[in-house]
């Protein structure tokens, strides 16, 4: 069965401070793996798509990296807007269509 | 492009009565998902539909929920009667279909359901 774990469900970070979150996933033939933030009140936001084991991508201060087994998501130096719940979701090949969502980790940044 | 387009933002109702949910899909998007969000089960997809046809409602609670997508741009989730174990947020998401690989879904603002 496909299974999504994310950990840890809660971080607390000082501004500035970096650390990662950790998206393990168990899919018979990965078709993509998905980061998402969302903010309270709001519908999740897409960051990153990832397609195949060693590829990274960037955007800010953010950094998602793919192996066969698992996702990070680095945070480097986080402010405090940085605050939110980071999703990771797997495609697989059972079915391309669906995607399969971890319950998510939430971070706050403290000034 | 508007992104996803969903209403009501927020219903209150009362036990028993029909809600009706609304989604507009991004222009040109094959797939259309409707979600339902609690803390206590995370995301939950539904129902999806491909190219207006309904492929997967295994996710469908019972029976009083249904969904339906007349036309490319418009689809609906209700439920009759509600119940307040449905309060959630309801989310609607499309995609595109690119065959070997999953695509990106995009996500609506939700709807926020209270039953009373």
């Known amino acids: 069965e496909d299974q999504v774990t994310q950990s840890p469900e809660a971080l607390r970070l000082q501004e500035g401070e970096s650390s990662s979150l950790n998206c393990s996933y168990t899919v018979s033939g990965l078709r993509g793996l998905f980061w998402y933030r969302q903010d309270p009140g709001k519908g999740p936001e897409f960051l990153f798509t990832l397609y195949s084991a060693g590829e990274e991508k960037e955007k800010e201060r953010l950094k998602a990296t793919l192996t066969k087994k698992e996702s990070f998501l680095h945070i480097t130096a986080p402010k405090p807007e940085d605050s939110a719940t980071y999703l990771c979701a797997v495609g697989g090949s059972y079915n391309t269509d669906k995607l399969i969502f971890g319950t998510g980790t939430r971070l706050q940044v403290f000034p | ?116």
């Not at chain 2, 040109?28 to 129902?47: A, C, K, N, P, V």
């Not at chain 2, 989730?77 to 959630?88: H, T, V």
Request: with cysteine; aromatic share 10%.
């Open chain 2, 1 to 116: 492009d508007a992104g996803v387009i969903q209403s009501p933002r927020h219903e209150v109702t009362e036990m028993g009565q029909e809600v009706t949910l609304r989604c507009k899909p991004i222009s040109g998007h094959d797939y259309l998902f409707w979600y339902r969000q609690t803390m206590m089960r995370g995301l939950e997809l539904l129902i999806y539909f491909n190219n207006n046809v309904p492929i997967d409602d295994s996710g469908m609670p019972e029976d009083r929920f249904s969904a339906k997508m007349p036309n490319a741009s418009f689809s609906t989730l209700k439920i009759q009667p509600s119940e307040p174990r449905d309060s959630a947020v309801y989310f609607c998401a499309s995609s595109l279909v690119l065959g070997q690989v999953t695509d990106t879904q995009y996500f609506g603002p939700g709807t926020r359901l209270t039953v009373l």
